[in-house]
């Protein structure tokens, strides 16, 4: 073990700017808190907002269309952008009924003809 002696002026100089750095990194953690996080969408939310299934909501990031950030592995959504995607998904789930086949029952009048 080393032991290495400091004047006690140096010794508080150091205190003082170790104690000023704590701080500043408390006022940006704070700074953070600003923002609310609470005010940001989890997949959950966004799912039940736009009526899609997860899966969906994974394509929508993956393809671009929708912005997400993810903190610690959980994604969050701005609500402006949510609310911007959707007229899209509703074209999206109108154009997929189109394109749906009619049911067996349905034909059964043209096997009639």
Known sequence: MEIINIEKEAF???????????????????RGMDKRLGEWLDNQDVCQILRIK?????????NGILAYSQISHKTYYKPEDVQR?????????KDAAWRKPRKQSDHSCDAMI
């Open 54 to 62: 997860p899966r969906t909501l994974q394509t929508l990031r993956d």
């Open 12 to 30: 508080e100089g150091f205190e003082a700017q170790f104690n000023h750095f704590v701080k500043k990194m408390k006022e940006m953690g704070n």
């Open 85 to 93: 995607i959707i007229k899209v998904v509703e074209d999206r789930k």
